[in-house]
Nanobody, 125 residues
Framework: HLQLVESGGGSVQAGGSLRLSCAAS????????MGWFRQAPGKVREGVAA????????FYPDSGRGRFTISQDRSKRTLYLQMNRLRPTDTGMYYC??????????????????WGQGTQVTVSS
């Protein structure tokens, strides 16, 4: 029943910033986790950032740590991804996802059950 809709993607020069948003159609309980995933053409979908909804703990791969920040506004049922100092390698389709926390790797795509349609991010040099 849960629907997720991403927005905020676009084209930006290397070194620039973008802020992505993910709007949820329903309230998401505290035992859930949410994440952002990127898929480039011909590549696997990989985790960019994740958050435990109830506790607010966040997770990042080494490639995004220090540049990307995941956050949420539960009153607005919205998840965000702030991306700074963007690189061409950050280019791809960005997907928002949600799933019940099972305390495995929250950056693993297989732990999620609900997905948005994605928003394109293109970083040029």
């Amino acid at each position: 029943h849960l629907q997720l809709v991403e927005s905020g993607g676009g084209s930006v020069q290397a070194g620039g910033s973008l802020r992505l948003s993910c709007a949820a159609s329903e309230y998401i309980s505290g035992n859930y986790q949410m994440g952002w995933f990127r898929q480039a053409p011909g590549k696997v979908r990989e985790g960019v950032a994740a958050i435990y909804v109830g506790g607010g703990y966040s997770f990042y791969p080494d490639s995004g740590r220090g540049r990307f920040t995941i956050s949420q506004d539960r009153s607005k049922r919205t998840l965000y991804l702030q991306m700074n100092r963007l690189r061409p390698t950050d280019t791809g389709m960005y997907y928002c996802a949600a799933g019940e926390t099972i305390y495995t790797n929250p950056l693993d795509v297989s732990t999620y059950h609900y997905w948005g349609q994605g928003t394109q991010v293109t970083v040029s040099s």
